[in-house]
Every structure is written in C-alpha cells, then in structure tokens.
C-alpha cells in the first residue's frame, strides 16, 4: 500500500561524500516523520537523523555536523547528505516514513525501506 524506495548508497574513501534518498508512495494521506537509520554487523539498528513533517531535525551525536538531513514534502521525500565520512559511517541505511493514511478512516502507520549499504574506505 505503501513502499519506500532508497537510492544513493556505495562505496566511498573516508572524508568523502555521499547523499542518500528516499521516496514515499502509495495510499498516502500525509507524511509525517521521516528518517534514517543505520545497522553495522553485529550491532543493533541506531536512529542516524530524522525530520518531522514542520522540519524538526533530530540527529545522533555520532553525525552531528557532518550529516544534514532535509525533506521534500511535496515529493514525499527525505534525504540525507553525508559528508565527513568515516569508517565507522559503513553500515546498511534504511529510511523510515510514518504515514496517515485514509480509507474511509484515518490511521497512522509505519514503513521501512529495503535499505541501502554504504560503506566508507580508510
């Protein structure tokens, strides 16, 4: 009903640069908030950043100042720029979208995208 397509992962050397992106579709009421988050080996899913649908940035200590993350509303898209990278930044990234949708009701819910590995060179 709903999907979440990402796009923009790969490899890069530390210090590079990467912008990831991520689009809401489907049975879509509104948009609320969206973010990233991010899964290395062997350790658990962390919140990276995530933006409200008023533009309220939330972002972990680990990215802040390197990562910006900002929004579309009208493309029901999120995106994150990833500058400064580091080794530690390799992880798979999965955007996040908490929607409102109406079918005669409205109802809140929530989806994940596939994912999409970045991985960052030393």
């Known amino acids: 009903q709903v999907k979440l397509v990402e796009s923009g992962g790969g490899l890069v050397q530390a210090g590079g640069s990467l912008r990831l992106s991520c689009a809401a579709s489907?049975?879509?009421?509104?948009?609320?908030?969206m973010g990233w988050y991010r899964q290395a080996p062997g350790k658990q899913r962390e919140l990276v950043a995530d933006?409200?649908?008023?533009?309220?940035?939330n972002y972990a200590d680990s990215v802040k100042g390197r990562f910006t993350v900002s929004r579309d509303n009208a493309k029901n898209t999120v995106y994150l720029q990833m500058n400064s990278l580091k080794p530690e930044d390799t992880a798979v990234y999965c955007c996040?979208?908490?929607?409102?949708?109406?079918?005669?009701?409205?109802?809140?819910?929530?989806?994940w995208g596939q994912g999409t590995q970045v991985t960052v060179s030393s």
């Open positions: 996040k979208a908490d929607v409102t949708i109406y079918t005669g009701a409205y109802y809140n819910a929530r989806y």
């Open positions: 489907g049975s879509i009421f509104r948009v609320n908030t």
């Open positions: 933006i409200t649908s008023g533009n309220y940035t």
